[in-house]
């Protein structure tokens, strides 16, 4: 059995509190800031260190869930969107000095139930970063390397640059203004015979941010013959979440990735999660979605240093979480 690694390397499914530098976490934020800055602390409200640990877990029978559904003209009765569920665990204060954030998550249903992956970023920015996924098919751990920007996670039209690798500085900003957030959030929206008992009770399109002050900032890749061009973002000015990017390629519309982020309820207003990941390529009409009931998410939570580990990974379905 062989399980390709870009379909189960899943290790930023709640991609809050995770890799940022650790020294940037309670900085306050400057009244004014320029276009890179602005990119900038969008990445460490994303990705930033900003508390301790960050689980997402089943809770009674709320579970995250990865939903993807085929292009439009491939859809039928007979193909129903594909569901994975999943439970993460994110530690961002490891014990040992040589380690910048552990990630770790492990899927729940399917016929690769139990598929684990622990990611390991290291603080010397020179060495690679690390994937183990335990795969409980031949009871065995392999060891890779981290996916490359374009690769495709677990399935979607989701990209790991866009989730997890790419940084401020890998593209140029330009600030195009400043105004308000018009439009709902855009969500997955099935028929009647595409639901299955996972799928019944998805969310809403969300319209809690309209009218929320926003800054639209352009994104241009610094890649050579990138699968896009530029993106356009808005931006919440006081959280700097990222509710909303259109990719281009040339003039014409490539995908949109709406974010629907929700506050945890923390002194510092960037702490908060995405409550759903939505992503439509406008080529071919498909679709992905990444929901995490709130319910499902914990703080700060009290686990030894070990708990993120290998070991964890192969004993998870044994042992059952804490």
């Known amino acids: 059995m062989f399980i390709r690694p870009i379909r189960i390397a899943f290790f930023c499914m709640v ?13 306050p934020v400057p009244s004014s800031l320029n276009a890179h800055e602005i990119a900038g602390q969008v990445y460490v409200a994303a990705h930033g260190g900003l508390v301790k640990n960050a689980l997402s877990k089943r809770s009674g029978r709320e579970v995250a869930l990865v ?36 990630q770790m998550a492990i899927l ?18 020179q060495k690679g ?5 335990w795969l409980p098919a031949l009871r065995k751990i392999r060891r890779i390397n981290e996916p490359s920007h374009e690769d495709v996670w677990f399935g979607t039209n989701l990209t790991y640059g866009e989730l997890v690798l790419r940084r401020p500085e890998d593209e140029t900003h330009e600030l195009l203004g400043e105004g308000v957030m018009q439009e709902c959030l855009a969500v997955m929206q099935l028929q009647r015979w595409e639901q299955t008992r996972y799928t019944r009770d998805l969310p809403a399109p969300q319209c809690g941010h309209k009218g929320k002050p926003v800054y639209h900032l352009k994104s241009t890749t610094k890649f050579h013959n990138w699968w896009y061009d ?8 006081e959280t700097f979440a990222l509710y909303r990017t259109v990719y281009y390629k040339g003039d014409e519309k490539v995908k949109t990735v709406y974010i629907d982020w929700q506050s945890l309820d923390q002194p510092d207003p960037r702490i908060a999660y995405p409550r759903y990941i939505y992503a439509i390529t406008h080529g071919d009409g498909k679709d992905s979605l990444v929901y995490v009931p709130r319910s499902t998410i914990s703080l700060n939570v009290d686990l030894p240093d070990s708990f993120w580990s290998e070991k964890t990974l192969q004993n998870y379905n044994r042992t059952r979480k804490p």
């Open 67 to 102: 939903v993807n559904r085929a292009p439009q003209a491939m859809r039928s009765r007979n193909r129903v969107p594909g569901v994975q569920t999943f439970d993460t665990y994110v530690n961002n204060v490891p014990q040992d000095p040589a380690i910048a954030s552990q």
């Open 15 to 27: 991609c809050f509190a995770s890799t940022a530098p650790a020294d940037d976490s309670g900085r």
């Open 230 to 237: 530029y993106h356009v973002s808005d931006i919440d000015k």
């Open 108 to 125: 729940t249903s399917g016929k690769t139930k139990g598929t684990g992956v622990l990611f390991t970023r290291y603080t010397d920015p």
């Open 129 to 133: 970063n690390l994937i183990s996924m």
